[in-house]
T-cell receptor, first 116, second 113 residues
Framework: DVKVTQSSRYLVKRTGEKVFLECVQD?????MFWYRQDPGLGLRLIYF???????EKGDIPEGYSVSREKKERFSLILESASTNQTSMYLC???????????????FGPGTRLTVL | GQQLNQSPQSMFIQEGEDVSMNCTSS?????WLWYKQDPGEGPVLLIA?????ELTSNGRLTAQFGITRKDSFLNISASIPSDVGIYFC?????????????FGKGTLLTVNP
């Protein structure tokens, strides 16, 4: 079974703090993704990575950065957290084997971040 | 961007009833995926569909990739209380990047015992 884990289930931070969200997958997947999920807005892609040290912006990258130093690990960084970044953050991964299997993303359990 | 229309938005059913939900798009999709999300958890993949007309089952769940490639449906037979949750469709449309999925807004399912 594919396993995607996220470092924290719940996190409370103060405005202006630097926040790190970590994601690890154990299926040797090339592709990894960070989404945020908000009521009424659904899932929105923040960043994705298709290889170590490679990244591309998603739909809402402003206020976020990412790091992928190892294949299994993808980090989301909030350089200076703001209250409008309070959300559920979901990490996902997919195979880079090509074809339509690349489309099949497996999600982690999520991190509920509250910024006060 | 591409949009997926998922319906219904919510359903209230009695235990034992069958359920049907669907997603439609104005664009052709290459892949359709169905996920279930429990409160406070991440989405869990239920069924992946890769070819037009494909019909795939996973226990009491059955999903089909529409022949026009613009729609997909998910059926749940003989519902039980643990079927409660939000069901999402997702897909990659044929003109999109290799990585980016489009998501429906979800169907909230409530099952009365």
């Amino acid at each position: 079974d594919v396993k995607v884990t996220q470092s924290s289930r719940y996190l409370v931070k103060r405005t202006g703090e630097k926040v790190f969200l970590e994601c690890v997958q154990d299926m040797d997947h090339e592709n990894m993704f960070w989404y945020r999920q908000d009521p009424g807005l659904g899932l929105r892609l923040i960043y994705f990575s298709y290889d170590v040290k490679m990244k591309e912006k998603g739909d809402i990258p402003e206020g976020y950065s990412v790091s992928r130093e190892k294949k299994e690990r993808f980090s989301l960084i909030l350089e200076s957290a703001s209250t409008n970044q309070t959300s559920m953050y979901l990490c996902a991964s997919s195979s880079g084997a090509g074809g339509r299997r690349t489309d099949t993303q497996y999600f982690g359990p999520g991190t509920r971040l509250t910024v006060l | 961007g591409q949009q997926l229309n998922q319906s219904p938005q919510s359903m209230f059913i009695q235990e034992g009833e069958d359920v049907s939900m669907n997603c439609t798009s104005s664009s052709i999709f290459n892949t359709w995926l169905w996920y279930k999300q429990d409160p406070g958890e991440g989405p869990v993949l239920l069924i992946a569909l890769y070819k037009a007309g494909e019909l795939t089952s996973n226990g009491r769940l059955t999903a089909q990739f529409g022949i026009t490639r613009k729609d997909s449906f998910l059926n749940i037979s003989a519902s039980i209380p643990s079927d409660v949750g939000i069901y999402f469709c997702a897909g990659r449309y044929s003109g999109g990047s290799n990585y980016k999925l489009t998501f429906g807004k979800g169907t909230l399912l409530t099952v009365n015992p």
